[in-house]
C-alpha cells in the first residue's frame, strides 16, 4: 500500500466515468457519471443510510455483512484497488486505531502515513495488499460513526465505485451491467 497524488488518478476516473463531487468543505465523494448506471446498495435493517437514486436495495444482518463486503473484495482481487477517504484520512485512521493496533500491516502504513493525514490523497493498493484492505474495511464498516469516516473504493481494472457509509450502508455503482452482475454474484454467494 502506498499513498499516491490525486492528480495519478485523474485520468482513470475520467476513463472509468467517475467524478468527484464535494457538497461541502469536509467531505468528497465519487460518483458514476452517467446515473442511468446500474447501483447496487446493501443495507442493515433499520439503517438510515440513503440509497443512491434508483439502486437495487439488499438487506443484510449487521453480523452477515462484513462477510458480504469480504466476497465482493475478494472478487475484486485481481484488481488493483484504490482507496479514497470521505473526509480526510485523519478521521479513519483515528477510527481504526484501537481495533488495527495489533495488526503490523496496518501499523506500517500508520507509521507512514503521518504526512498524509489531512490529506484526500489516495492510497494504492495491490493483490497482496488484500487481507489488510478488507480487515480496515471491516472494521470501519463497525467502528465509523460519522460521514467523515466512510470510505471510496475503485479499482484500476473496471469501472466501480464502492462506498462504505458509517452507520450500516454499502453504495455501490457500476460503469457497466456486466460489473454489475460479476459482483452482484459475490453479493449473493
Do not use: Y
Not at 6 to 25: A, C, K, M, T
Not at 72 to 84: E, M, P, R
Not at 157 to 169: F, H, Q, S
Request: a negative charge.
Amino acid at each position: 500500500m502506498e499513498f499516491i497524488s490525486v492528480e495519478e488518478v485523474n485520468e482513470l476516473l475520467v476513463q472509468h466515468g467517475i467524478e468527484r463531487q464535494s457538497p461541502d468543505d469536509d467531505h468528497t465523494f465519487l460518483r458514476m457519471v452517467d446515473e442511468s448506471a446500474p447501483r447496487r446498495h446493501l443495507a442493515v435493517p433499520g439503517s438510515e443510510v440513503e440509497p443512491l437514486k434508483g439502486a437495487q436495495v439488499v438487506e443484510f444482518s449487521l453480523e452477515s455483512m462484513p462477510g458480504v463486503i469480504d466476497n465482493i473484495l475478494h472478487k475484486l482481487h485481481h484488481n488493483q484497488l484504490i482507496l479514497f477517504p470521505v473526509g480526510r484520512w485523519r478521521s479513519i485512521f483515528d477510527v481504526v486505531a484501537f481495533s488495527l493496533a495489533e495488526n503490523e500491516e496496518w501499523q506500517r502504513i500508520d507509521a507512514a502515513a503521518t504526512v498524509e493525514l489531512n490529506t484526500r490523497d489516495p492510497l494504492l493498493c495491490d493483490t497482496g495488499d488484500l487481507h489488510l484492505v478488507c480487515e480496515l474495511v471491516k472494521t470501519l464498516f463497525h467502528d465509523s460513526e460519522s460521514p467523515d469516516q466512510g470510505l471510496l473504493l475503485i479499482t484500476a481494472g473496471i469501472p466501480l465505485v464502492m462506498e462504505i457509509v458509517p452507520n450500516g450502508g454499502v453504495r455501490m455503482s457500476f460503469g457497466t451491467e456486466a460489473v454489475a452482475e460479476e459482483v452482484s454474484e459475490a453479493i449473493t454467494a
